[in-house]
């Protein structure tokens, strides 16, 4: 008799692993409050970050510590009124990015990465969505030397650590490349390995009905009702209740409370972040994903138009929207690049689920049976949805997972 899986959460990491279970012979409902990539997934970079071995840390310097206490950058901010809530989740944050630990959690981090490109490859070509793909990786542009040269070391590394290919561009060189972008850019360096996404929820959509095609079923539902039924998970739906053997909590950032109703207490901070389209003026083109490394902005040529995104908030995640770092990013952005006029009717804003150690939670719920994790991708999610969907459908089926997943497991946090 065929088995019934509920996802919830159709995001592209819930997306990824409903079409996994199906394809297994599994009979899968994916279940959300919203529409598919409506939420986390519909506002990102768009990159496929093959390059991302070593995920974002805490900083460490003094220095650099008093310098985002003034609250005044585009990488970071953070509402005061919700720090005394973070300070747990920030202190774990900051220990586990020290040297030492960064280096190890990089090293148990780097498989995820590694088959990035070739699981979205596989969804990709399934589901038809070669149109939203490019394969020329992306550009930061540096306005110090010191910048630029102490990065170029890092990208050797990675390349002789991890195989991550890049290319160090002079000044001319990034004006050949980025011929509308102007200002005192010393430099830039190219990664080569990774793909960008021209419609990011254009690209879940297409998973979703790939998914469809399989026989999976898509329906709107309430992740808090969820419960135990005898030997089955139940959740109540728009089509009324559900019960499957196995269930899936592919929440993102709301994976928090959803895990503490069942008895669990994962340490999950929430990093809210902002976009905005926009409109170029005259012939003006952008022909690669770019992020201006010091200030920390990033701008992307997608379907929509170009997509400016912002850096990291700490704050509640159900906290009003503050895009102050939008407006900051902007103002800088147009001495860089020739940007037009806003398209968006007001910026959007999404929250990533992060864990202290950098890692995502991925494997089984460790006090109950068919009960399974896939949540704390933080700024990774669409870079890793594929892989984190094809780990979590080997292992409730039975199968061994294609690589080793110990580093990520709920157990971590749960003993």
Known sequence: MTKNVIVLGAGIIGVS????????????????????????????????QREGVVPYGFPQQLGVLVRYAFNNRIDAHYHLKALPGQLAFLARYWWNSNAKRH??????????????????NDLIEASNAQHLIRKNGWMEIFRTTGRRDAEFVEAERLQAEFGVMHEQLDAAAVARLEPHIKGDFVGGLRWRDPW??????????????????LGGRCVTGDANSLGRSGASWKVVTSEGPLEAEDAVLALGPWAAVATRRLGYAFPLGVKRGYHMHYATTGDATLNNWTLDAEKGYFLAPMNRGIRLTTGAEFAALDAP???????????????????????????????????????????K???HDGLWFAFGHAHHGLTLGPVTGRILAELITGEAPFINISAYSPQRFNP
């Open 17 to 48: 692993t409903a079409i996994h279970l199906q394809r297994r012979g599994r009979q899968v409902t994916l279940i959300d409050r919203k529409a598919p990539g409506s939420e986390t997934s519909f506002g990102n970079a768009g990159l496929i």
């Open 103 to 120: 280096e190890m959690i990089s090293r148990a981090y780097a498989p995820l990465i590694e088959h990035s490109i070739s699981e979205h």
């Open 196 to 213: 960008s996404v021209l419609d990011p929820h254009g690209l879940t959509m297409a998973y979703r009905n790939y998914f469809q095609s």
């Open 321 to 363: 929207k503050t895009p102050v770092q939008l407006e900051r990013a902007e103002k800088v952005a147009r001495t860089v690049f020739p940007l037009g006029e806003r398209l968006d009717a007001e910026p959007w804003m999404g929250a990533r689920p992060c864990t202290p150690d950098m890692m995502p939670i991925i494997g």
């Open 365 to 367: 719920a460790p006090r």
